[in-house]
C-alpha cells in the first residue's frame, strides 16, 4: 500500500499531524504499535495550564488551549476540556521567589499570569491551607480527561480519511530517493506487508530515540516515568486546577468528583519496560502535597495509582521539523507538557508538511545533535 | 531530591501469604512447619475466608446450639494455627505489592511494609453477576452476600426472598434462609436438571456432598419452594416495600427464549449469583502471565501444578487460581508452601516430592467435585448476549451494554481502552465485579477473551485514603523535589 504520508505514533501529536495532513489533502496512514493514545496521551493527568508550561512555550500552550477548549468542533468530540482558573502555590518565602520569577518569565510570553494575595487566592479557590504566602494566578487555565483522547481523534481520523493501523508494532524504515519502505515487526511482521510513502513523520513519543536510528539519527531522549494517583468520586474539595512554585503538582476535581493528583513525581520504569511500578516515598511525598495544599483531601480515598512515560529532549524543548540529513522525513514530539500543546504542534508540523508558513516557528532537530544530555 | 523514607523500613519474612481462607491457612501451616518464619495476612478479623467465615468481633454463638460443620472445620482451623504459632495480621489490607514481592498494608496502627522472600496469594473469588434491569437495587445481592449475612450473623436477607442464578449456592443459600426462618419466594437456577445429573459422577468421592445436596432438595419441595430450572431473572422493579421479579426461561446456553410467558414472583429480597471469579488482582498488578480458562472461573495466572507463577518469588493457591473448590484448597496451598519451602532450599528435594505426590493426590480428589461445580458456574455466553442494551454493566461508573458496544464499534479492542472510553472498571471496585462480564462483551465485538484481555492490574488493590498513607506531616517533612525547567 503507498502513501503521501505514513506517520508512526497515534498519540496526540501523531493523530494532530496525520489529521492536518488529511485535511489539507494528502492522502495519509498512522501506524501504532499499540491501541491509538494509550500511552502518554491518554495516561496524562489532562492539565491544561500556562503555570507548567515552559515560558517559550507559552504562545503555543495558548493556541493549543483554544484548540482542546473547541474539540468538539474540529475533531467532532470533545475530552471533556474545561476552563477553571489555574492557581500555583508558594507556602515559603523561597516559593514566593519563585513565583513571582516563573510568572514574569511567563507573562513576557503573553500568559495573562499574575501574582496575588493569599486572600484573594482563598477566594477564587476557599478550601487552600491557610498557610499560604502567595500565588500566582491565570484565567486561562483548565484540564481535559486524557483518557478520552484516542476516541475523539479515531473518531476524527476515521472521517477525514485517515488509513489506522493500531497494534502492528514498525520494525525499521528503508528511505531511499523514491521514497520510504517502513517495515513491521512482531506478530505483524509476517502477515503484512510494508507500507511505502512519500514522507514519513516520526511520533513515537520516549521510543522517538530508538525511531530516529531507524533513520540513522542519533538524539537522545530522556525517559520521565511520572506516578498518577486518582481518589475516589468525593463531594466538591476545589474548583481550579493547582500547582506550586516549582511546578511538582498538579491537582485537579473533575465534574464527576474524582481529584487528580499528578506533578510529575517519579517512579520505576523505562522506554522498554515501560511504567513498571510507583516508588513509595514519592507517592507519600505526592499525597502529603495534595492534601497540604487542599486539606480536605486527606479524606480522600485513592482509587487508583499509574505510571505514564513522558519524553524530554537535551535541552527540554520540542523537536519538530524535518530529520537531519534525511529528505522527506520529519519528527514531532518531545514538548514538555506535550498534552496541552500536543495538537498545536501537530497542526504546525503538518502545515510545514504541506509547504505552509506555520503559525508559529518549529524547532529544528538539528540543534539537538550532538547536544549532551544534562546530568548524564 | 531528598530520599526519605516516610514508609517504615519493609520488615523481613520468609514467606507472606494473604488471604487465610483454607488455601491461605493451609499455605501458612505448612511454611510454618517446614520452619520457614511465615506471616498470615488478612483484612477480615480471623482466619476462615468466606466458606469458614468467622463470627464478627463481639459477637458469640447462642449457649446450648450446634455449631454447623462448616463453623466446626473453621474453629478447628483457627486453634490450629494458633496452636501453630503462625504469626498472623488480621484486620489489615494490602494496598500495594511492589515488584520485589514487598508488600503494604494498612492496618489499625497505620501503614507498614514487609519484604517477604516468597509471597503467596490466596485471594479467593469475586461473585460473577451477568447483568439485569434492578440487579443494583438495594435488596438485590450477591449469592455471596446472602452467605455471609446467613453464615456469620445468622441475618436474612428479606423476610420473602428470590433466590436466583447457578450453582451449589442456590440451594445452600435457599435451604439456609429457610433454617434461619426465612421464606423463599423460588429458586431459579439457569442450569437444567441434566446439567445437574451430569456433575454426578464427579459426586462418586463425594457421597456426604450427594447426600446434602438431596437434604436441601427435599427441604425445599417440603417446604413448597418452586424450582425453576433453566429460568433466570428478566427484571427486578420496585413495588411497594418490595420488589415484583420478572422471569424468563433460557436455553443451554444461558439465552433468554423470546416471547415465552415465565412466571412472575413478588419478594422484599433478591439474592443472586452467576459463579465466581478468581480474584487476579495481585498476579495482575505484578504483571504474571495469565490465561484464560472459563471453566476456571475466567482469567488465572498461568502457574505450574504447584502454584508458580511466572513472576520468581510469586506464587498462586486456592479458588484464586481458579476454581476448585474450598475442599481442594487446603491441598493446594499446602503444596504451594511446600514448592516456596523447597525454591527458598529449606526442603530437599527427595521430601519435597514424596510430599508433593502425597498432596498432589489429595487435591485430585477434591478437585473433581470443584471443577464440576466451576463447570457447572461457568459465565453463559448467552447469558451476556441476552443483556438488554441499557442494563447498567458497571455498577460503580453506571457503565450500560449500549456504551460498552458503542466504544466496539467506535474501535476498542481491548479491555484497558474500552476502560479508557467509558469509564467501566475505573470506579472503587477496580473493575471486580464488572471486568469478567464486560470482557466477555466485548469480546463479541474482537473475537475473543484472549485478544480482548484483561484490565491492567493497579494499586491500590484496596482504596485508602490519602491520609492514611501520607501519616502525620509538617510541609518540611515533605520531599519537594528540584524545579521543573522553566
Not at chain 1, 252 to 279: H, P, Y
Not at chain 2, 105 to 130: D, F, K, N, Y
Not at chain 2, 236 to 246: S, Y
Request: proline share 6%; net charge neutral.
Amino acid at each position: 500500500m503507498s502513501f503521501d504520508t505514513i506517520v508512526i505514533g497515534g498519540g496526540v501529536m501523531g493523530c494532530s499531524t496525520a489529521l492536518h495532513l488529511a485535511r489539507g489533502g494528502m492522502r495519509v496512514a498512522l501506524v501504532d504499535r499499540g491501541p491509538l493514545c494509550r500511552e502518554a496521551s491518554g495516561v496524562n493527568a489532562g492539565t491544561l495550564t500556562l503555570h507548567m508550561t515552559r515560558a517559550a512555550l507559552v504562545p503555543y500552550a495558548m493556541r493549543a488551549w483554544q484548540m482542546w477548549m473547541d474539540a468538539e468542533q474540529w475533531l467532532g468530540m470533545g475530552v471533556l476540556a474545561t476552563q477553571v482558573p489555574g492557581l500555583t502555590l508558594a507556602f515559603t518565602e523561597a516559593e514566593c521567589a519563585l513565583v513571582e520569577l516563573r510568572a514574569k518569565a511567563r507573562r513576557e510570553q503573553g500568559a495573562p499570569i499574575e501574582v496575588i494575595t493569599p486572600e484573594r487566592a482563598r477566594q477564587i479557590e476557599p478550601g487552600l491551607h491557610p498557610s499560604l504566602l502567595k500565588a500566582g494566578y491565570c484565567e486561562i487555565d483548565g484540564f481535559a480527561s486524557a483518557y478520552l483522547t484516542g476516541r475523539a481523534f479515531g473518531h476524527a481520523l476515521k472521517g477525514a480519511g485517515v488509513t489506522v493501523f493500531e497494534n502492528v508494532p514498525v520494525e525499521g524504515i528503508d528511505s531511499g530517493d523514491a521514497g520510504h519502505v517502513v517495515h513491521f515487526g512482531g506478530s505483524a511482521g509476517g502477515v503484512r506487508e510494508p507500507l511505502r510513502a512519500k514522507r514519513v513523520v516520526l511520533a513515537g513519543g520516549v521510543w522517538t530515540e530508538p525511531m530516529l536510528a531507524w533513520l540513522g539519527v542519533d538524539i537522545p531522549i530522556k525517559v520521565l516515568v511520572n506516578q498518577l494517583i486518582i481518589t475516589e468520586r468525593i463531594r466538591p474539595v476545589m474548583r481550579s486546577v493547582l500547582s506550586v512554585a516549582n511546578g511538582l503538582l498538579s491537582l485537579k476535581q473533575f465534574a464527576n468528583g474524582t481529584v487528580l493528583i499528578g506533578g510529575g513525581w517519579q517512579g520505576e520504569g523505562d522506554r522498554e519496560r515501560g511504567g513498571v511500578e510507583a516508588r513509595p516515598q514519592n507517592l507519600v511525598g505526592n499525597m502529603r502535597l495534595a492534601a497540604y495544599a487542599v486539606p480536605a483531601l486527606a479524606e480522600a480515598r485513592i482509587a487508583r495509582i499509574w505510571l505514564g512515560l513522558e519524553a524530554e529532549t537535551a535541552d527540554a524543548l520540542p523537536i519538530i521539523g524535518d530529520v537531519p540529513g534525511v529528505a522527506g522525513a520529519y519528527v514531532v514530539g518531545s514538548a514538555h507538557s506535550g498534552y496541552t500543546s500536543g495538537p498545536f504542534m501537530g497542526r504546525i508540523m503538518a502545515q510545514h508538511i504541506l509547504g505552509q508558513e506555520p503559525d508559529l516557528p518549529l524547532f529544528d532537530p538539528s540543534r539537538l545533535l550532538g547536544m549532551p544530555m544534562p546530568g548524564a | 531530591m531528598a530520599e526519605i523514607s516516610p514508609h517504615p523500613i519493609p520488615i523481613p519474612v520468609d514467606v507472606l501469604v494473604i488471604g487465610a481462607g483454607p488455601a491461605g491457612a493451609r499455605a501458612a501451616l505448612r511454611a510454618r512447619a517446614c520452619g520457614l518464619d511465615v506471616l498470615l495476612v488478612d483484612e477480615n478479623p480471623d482466619a476462615g475466608g468466606q466458606v469458614w467465615r468467622p463470627l464478627p468481633p463481639g459477637f458469640a454463638r447462642v449457649l446450648g446450639s450446634t455449631p454447623s460443620t462448616e463453623a466446626r472445620d473453621g474453629d478447628a482451623l483457627r486453634a490450629e494455627l494458633r496452636r501453630a504459632g503462625v504469626a498472623c495480621l488480621f484486620g489489615h489490607k494490602l494496598w500495594n505489592v511492589g515488584t520485589s514481592l514487598r508488600a503494604d498494608l494498612i492496618g489499625p496502627e497505620g501503614s507498614m511494609s514487609w519484604q517477604p522472600r516468597a509471597l503467596i496469594v490466596a485471594t479467593g473469588t469475586t461473585e460473577r453477576v451477568v447483568p439485569f434491569p434492578g440487579w443494583t437495587l438495594p435488596g438485590v445481592i450477591g449469592l455471596a452476600a446472602a452467605t455471609i449475612l446467613l453464615k456469620s450473623q445468622n441475618m436474612l436477607p428479606g423476610r420473602r426472598t428470590l433466590v436466583a442464578g447457578t450453582g451449589p449456592l442456590l440451594m445452600a443459600v435457599a435451604t439456609g434462609i429457610l433454617k434461619a426462618g426465612g421464606e423463599v419466594a423460588a429458586v431459579l437456577d439457569l442450569a437444567s436438571q441434566g446439567d445437574w445429573l451430569r456433575t454426578l459422577p464427579s459426586l462418586a468421592a463425594r457421597p456426604d456432598l450427594l447426600w446434602q445436596g438431596l437434604q436441601w432438595q427435599a427441604r425445599l419441595r417440603a417446604a413448597g419452594v418452586p424450582i425453576l430450572y433453566r429460568h433466570g431473572i428478566r427484571s427486578v422493579e420496585v413495588a411497594g416495600p418490595g420488589f415484583n421479579i420478572c422471569t424468563q426461561r433460557v436455553d443451554a446456553g444461558g439465552q433468554p427464549i423470546s416471547g415465552d410467558a415465565a412466571p412472575m414472583f413478588a419478594a422484599d429480597a433478591v439474592t443472586v449469583g452467576h459463579g465466581l471469579v478468581p480474584g487476579t488482582d495481585v498476579t495482575r498488578l505484578l504483571r504474571a502471565r495469565h490465561r484464560y480458562a472459563a471453566g476456571l472461573g475466567g482469567w488465572v495466572a498461568d502457574a505450574d501444578a504447584d502454584g508458580r507463577t511466572s513472576v520468581a518469588g510469586l506464587y498462586v493457591a486456592g479458588d484464586g487460581a481458579g476454581i476448585a473448590g474450598a475442599a481442594a484448597a487446603g491441598a493446594h496451598g499446602e503444596l504451594a508452601a511446600l514448592a516456596c519451602a523447597h525454591d527458598l532450599g529449606r526442603l530437599g528435594a527427595a521430601s519435597h516430592a514424596r510430599e508433593r505426590d502425597r498432596l498432589q493426590a489429595s487435591w485430585r480428589k477434591s478437585a473433581r467435585f470443584g471443577h464440576a461445580m466451576a463447570g457447572l458456574m461457568a459465565l453463559r455466553d448467552g447469558a451476556v448476549a441476552g443483556i438488554a442494551p441499557d442494563t447498567v454493566v458497571c455498577r460503580c461508573e453506571d457503565v450500560t451494554r449500549a456504551e460498552i458496544d458503542a466504544a466496539a464499534r467506535d474501535g476498542a479492542r481491548d479491555m484497558n481502552q474500552l476502560k479508557a472510553w467509558t469509564r467501566c472498571g475505573m470506579g472503587p471496585c477496580q473493575g471486580r465485579s464488572c471486568g469478567d462480564v464486560a470482557g466477555a462483551l466485548l469480546a463479541m465485538h474482537a473475537g475473543s477473551r484472549e485478544a480482548v484481555g484483561c484490565f491492567t492490574g493497579r494499586a491500590p488493590l484496596r482504596p485508602v485514603s490519602l491520609a492514611e498513607v501520607a501519616g502525620d506531616y509538617t510541609y518540611a517533612d515533605i520531599p519537594i523535589p528540584k524545579a521543573a525547567p522553566l
